[in-house]
């Protein structure tokens, strides 16, 4: 059983697309992050919610939007694709103040 | 404002040998400590963590790790390391209890272990 996954995997797109990455977390926490880690494996929050609430909102372009449906669930829509987009996306969730459990990542490449 | 120090970018290190890998960070805060350990062209895997009590900490596959707050450091150690071993670890810091609605990890940019044969 998957505690946090993500889809899709691999996501390979054009210049001024635009994608959804979804997450799903069967742990029963409460908060969700979203996380970017670049080329050079830099990991920085991007957003986080908890109880599907935003409390956490770092300085990201207005193109990406999250969207939490429910505590179990956090996605990811990101709006006219850059090519410094591409990076590898990972979710994660925690209960309030306590280690976070890490998806698989998302790798995303903007062409 | 938290922030995470890894001062080395790559460590290379003969298999059987230890192993220590530094952080230090600064925070306004009373903090959690955390190491994460990334394989290659996987996710993060939590190592060990520091939340309260004992300063020390250590995971089930021979590392550790001990809190010391005079020095701001969490560094990460291991007796004999193991080809399995190489991977990339981060060290991160989160604000803890005291810092309610702001749990954000603040990472350090990461060392990659390599075990040399």
């Known amino acids: 059983d998957t505690a946090v996954s993500q889809t899709p995997k691999y996501l390979v797109t054009q210049m001024g697309n635009d994608k959804s990455i979804k997450c799903e977390q069967n742990?029963?926490?409460?908060?969700m992050y979203w996380y970017k880690q670049d080329s050079k494996k830099f990991l920085k929050i991007m957003f986080s919610?908890?109880?599907?609430?935003?409390?956490i909102n770092e300085t990201v372009p207005n193109r990406f939007s999250p969207k939490s449906p429910d505590k179990a669930h956090l996605n990811l829509h990101i709006n006219s694709l850059e090519l410094g987009d591409s990076a590898v996306y990972f979710c994660?969730?925690?209960?309030?103040?306590?280690?976070?459990?890490f998806g698989p990542g998302t790798r995303l490449t903007v062409t | 404002a938290q922030s995470v120090t890894q001062l080395d970018s790559q460590v290379p290190v003969f298999e059987e040998a230890p192993v220590e890998l530094r952080c230090n960070y600064s925070?306004?805060?009373?903090?959690?400590l955390f190491w994460y350990v990334q394989y290659p062209n996987q996710g993060l895997q939590l190592l060990l963590k520091?939340?309260?009590?004992?300063?020390l900490v250590k995971s089930i596959n021979g590392f550790e790790a001990e809190f010391n707050k005079s020095q701001t450091s969490f560094h990460l150690r291991k007796p004999s390391v193991h080809i399995s071993d190489t991977a990339e670890y981060f060290c991160?810091?989160?604000?803890?209890?005291?810092?309610?609605?702001?749990?954000?990890?603040?990472f350090g940019t990461g060392t990659r272990l390599t075990i040399i044969p």
């Open positions: 925070s306004s805060v009373s903090v959690y």
């Open positions: 994660a969730s925690s209960q309030v103040a306590a280690e976070q459990y």
């Open positions: 991160a810091v989160s604000g803890g209890l005291s810092n309610f609605g702001n749990e954000k990890l603040t």
């Open positions: 742990l029963g926490h409460d908060t």
């Open positions: 520091y939340l309260s009590g004992s300063t």
């Open positions: 919610y908890n109880n599907k609430e935003l409390i």
